[in-house]
């Protein structure tokens, strides 16, 4: 089983920075796709970024040029830089990955989510 722990949340003002972590830890035989989801009040979640073991990405149209994901792989860790950020980008960002399980069933799990508040 996957545990996933998520760091760098926060409060910033807009045009501002911020930089989320999550790392995965637990018992598994490999992870694979590792990306960021957001949900903002009243709204269904939405993908953010996503990233493959061996680099390829996926964006949201809307962040296209401002969000940067990237990983670790030694260390199971994907971040999400965010820059230029909009009062649209407050949301709750949740952390995903899909993982091969120890008994060999794909599997996926999500972070516990982090708070992003961008004030205009």
């Known amino acids: 089983q996957v545990q996933l722990v998520e760091s760098g949340g926060g409060s910033v003002q807009a045009g501002g920075s911020l930089r989320l972590s999550c790392a995965a830890s637990?018992?598994?035989?490999?992870?694979?796709?590792m990306g960021w989801y957001r949900q903002a009040p009243g709204k269904q979640r939405e993908l953010v970024a996503a990233?493959?073991?061996?680099?390829?990405?996926d964006y949201a149209d809307s962040v296209k040029g401002r969000f940067t994901i990237s990983r670790d792989n030694a260390k199971n860790t994907v971040y999400l830089q965010m820059d230029s950020l909009k009062a649209e980008d407050t949301a709750i960002y949740y952390c995903h990955t899909d993982y091969m399980g120890r008994d060999w069933r794909p599997r996926d799990h999500w972070g516990q989510g982090t708070q992003v508040t961008v004030s205009s």
């Open positions: 990233m493959s073991p061996r680099g390829n990405t």
């Open positions: 637990g018992t598994f035989f490999s992870i694979n796709v």
